[in-house]
């Protein structure tokens, strides 16, 4: 079974601090696709990241950046210079299938991180 | 741009009554789903649809029923609402390939609901 595991409950830094949530994840399937999405206080999802497997390049998007590291089963991700904007809760996802055949596919959420940006 | 919609936003039920969430996507997504967010708990998939006519359980599933008749459209139904059902309830949609969640999941703004 497929498990998403972001340990770190709540995250308070002040602004313009760095800060990294972890996401840890289980998997049997050789071909997955991870997620990252954020929650801001409004109640909305917002996507902010896709990565599949076979691809373990780091990415950066301005302020913000994701480490994928298949030897650790990681997939972090760092906010630069963080700002109070930034504050919302954020999940790591995981999504697999062990057949290829309908009926097999989902897409599992870690329990989320709130992360608190401090004035 | 539509994208997906929810409705009711917000809806207080008593125990035992019944009441169905409506969703519906203008994407032409194949995969639809549920989920609710309950507090410490994250997003839990409750069902999911690959397709017209095509439906199965996520995680929690007990309580909810779902249909898909068209590709638009995929409600879920609470039969006889209990306290534990209070939550905030999500759908989403997305592309499929192959079986796979491969592209990012497009949600609806959430629905509020509470069990008395």
């Known amino acids: 079974a497929q498990k998403v595991t972001q340990a770190q409950t709540e995250i308070s830094v002040v602004e313009k601090e760095d800060v990294t949530l972890d996401c840890v994840y289980e998997?049997?399937?050789?071909?997955?696709?991870l997620f990252w999405y954020k929650q801001p206080p409004s109640g909305e999802l917002v996507f902010l990241i896709r990565?599949?497997?076979?691809?373990?390049q780091n990415e950066i998007s301005g302020r913000y950046s994701w480490n994928f590291q298949k030897s650790t089963s990681s997939f972090n991700f760092t906010i630069t210079a963080s700002q109070v904007v930034d504050s919302a809760v954020y999940f790591c996802?995981?999504?697999?299938?062990?057949?290829?055949?309908?009926?097999?596919?989902?897409?599992?959420f870690g329990t989320g991180t709130r992360l608190t940006i401090i004035p | 741009n539509a994208g997906v919609t929810q409705t009711p936003k917000f809806q207080v039920l008593k125990t035992g009554q019944s009441m169905t969430l409506q969703c519906a996507q203008d994407?032409?997504?194949?995969?639809m789903s549920w989920y609710r967010q309950d507090p410490g708990m994250g997003l839990r998939l409750i069902h999911y649809?690959?397709?017209?006519?095509?439906?199965d359980q996520g995680e929690v599933p007990n309580g909810y029923n779902v249909s898909r008749s068209t590709t638009e459209d995929f409600p879920l139904r609470l039969l006889s609402a209990a306290p534990s059902q209070t939550s905030v309830y999500f759908c989403?949609?997305?592309?499929?390939?192959?079986?796979?969640?491969?592209?990012?999941?497009?949600f609806g703004e959430g629905s509020r609901l509470t069990v008395l």
């Open positions: 989403a949609s997305t592309i499929s390939v192959r079986g796979r969640v491969t592209g990012e999941l497009f």
């Open positions: 998997t049997r399937d050789t071909t997955y696709y």
């Open positions: 990565r599949n497997s076979f691809d373990e």
């Open positions: 996802a995981l999504s697999e299938a062990l057949l290829v055949n309908f009926g097999n596919e989902k897409l599992t």
């Open positions: 994407m032409n997504h194949e995969y």
């Open positions: 649809s690959v397709g017209a006519g095509i439906t």
